[in-house]
């Protein structure tokens, strides 16, 4: 007896129409005839409730029907084929996604302009030179003192003559050095004056560069405490370490990021040749960009800054000025 009838049997044993019969396992009358005239079959899971419903164990209602057994392993070799087309396309999905994911990082961050060539330049000057300058306080006497504001470097600019034309001359002193009568023709110029430290302005300036989509303010501030970033130094040393790294789709999101973020700070930093380190009585750096030489000295949250331009100050005639430096 195949199944078909065994399920006819059933039914009529228990007084059932086909309609009560289907409406027991939620199927219609129709499927009910097309399951006792052999024509479909129940799938495991009606054929499990038909074998709990009337008290009869599957092995009885599948023995002796071949055809069925043969349909039912078909099925099942179909269910796990889509089965394994279902995970295969979930993963290619979440594949996907991810690089979608990382796609939209690059773009926020504008990583891939990391191989432009001013950023090339910058890459080659974040190099911080090994011979760094010491400055050991000389003190002199109160009138051999050029004093603005709250520091003094000794007074070897009387032949130089004050520029006045300075948009800013609350924060800063020019002195220029005459080339004959003109005033188009310039020997040396120098000035010094305070200013923010790069960490600063970079955390706080809204009129800084952008590129592409903004960095939002939280993300310099996450950036710069992640990585123990206190200092312009400790901001230059981080961007010599991971200058070269190179960012694609298979780079992690922590690298797309973080070039990201080194990037739109050089897009607010100068383009030199080397950076110096002064160390001693006072803590700073030097940029030198072509003949003009610019030390920064460290206080807080502000930059001391004294700028030499032309071959006029030799690099001797330099640290002799910066070791008679007092800042109040």
């Known amino acids: 007896m195949n199944l078909g009838n065994k399920i006819s049997k059933i039914r009529k044993d228990n007084n059932m129409s086909q309609e009560e019969f289907a409406k027991i396992f939620n199927v219609t009358r129709q499927t009910v005839s097309s399951w006792e005239n052999s024509k479909s079959y129940p799938d495991i899971e009606t054929l499990t409730k038909i074998s709990d419903k009337f008290n009869i164990s599957l092995d009885i209602l599948l023995k002796e029907d071949k055809k069925m057994i043969k349909a039912l392993d078909s099925k099942l070799k179909k269910h796990k084929k889509y089965k394994v087309v279902l995970i295969i396309l979930i993963i290619l999905i979440l594949i996907g996604l991810y690089f979608g994911y990382k796609g939209f990082y690059i773009i926020k961050y504008n990583a891939f302009n990391i191989e432009d060539k001013e950023f090339t330049k910058l890459k080659n000057f974040m190099d911080i030179k090994d011979d760094s300058i010491t400055i050991k306080s000389q003190k002199l006497k109160e009138e051999e003192y050029l004093d603005f504001d709250s520091v003094k470097i000794k007074n070897d600019f009387k032949d130089f003559t004050p520029d006045l034309s300075s948009s800013d001359i609350s924060t800063t002193v020019i002195y220029k050095l005459k080339d004959g009568d003109s005033d188009k023709?310039?020997?040396a110029a120098f000035w010094m004056g305070k200013t923010d430290t790069y960490i600063h302005r970079l955390l706080n300036e809204t009129n800084l560069k952008e590129f592409g989509n903004k960095l939002l303010k939280d993300?310099?501030?996450?950036?710069?405490?992640?990585?123990?970033?206190k200092t312009d130094i400790d901001l230059f040393n981080y961007m010599a370490k991971y200058k070269n790294t190179k960012i694609n789709l298979f780079s992690s999101l922590k690298d797309i990021k973080q070039q990201g973020i080194i990037y739109y700070i050089y897009q607010n930093l100068p383009i030199g040749e080397s950076i110096n380190l002064i160390?001693?009585?006072?803590?700073?750096?030097?940029?030198?960009?072509?003949?003009i030489r610019q030390a920064y000295i460290m206080r807080n949250d502000s930059l001391y800054f004294f700028t030499f331009v032309y071959d006029y100050f030799t690099d001797e005639y330099i640290n002799e000025l910066l070791n008679t430096v007092v800042i109040r």
């Open 185 to 187: 023709n310039v020997k």
């Open 219 to 229: 993300d310099m501030e996450k950036f710069m405490n992640k990585n123990k970033i």
């Open 279 to 291: 160390n001693g009585d006072y803590k700073g750096y030097m940029f030198t960009f072509d003949n």
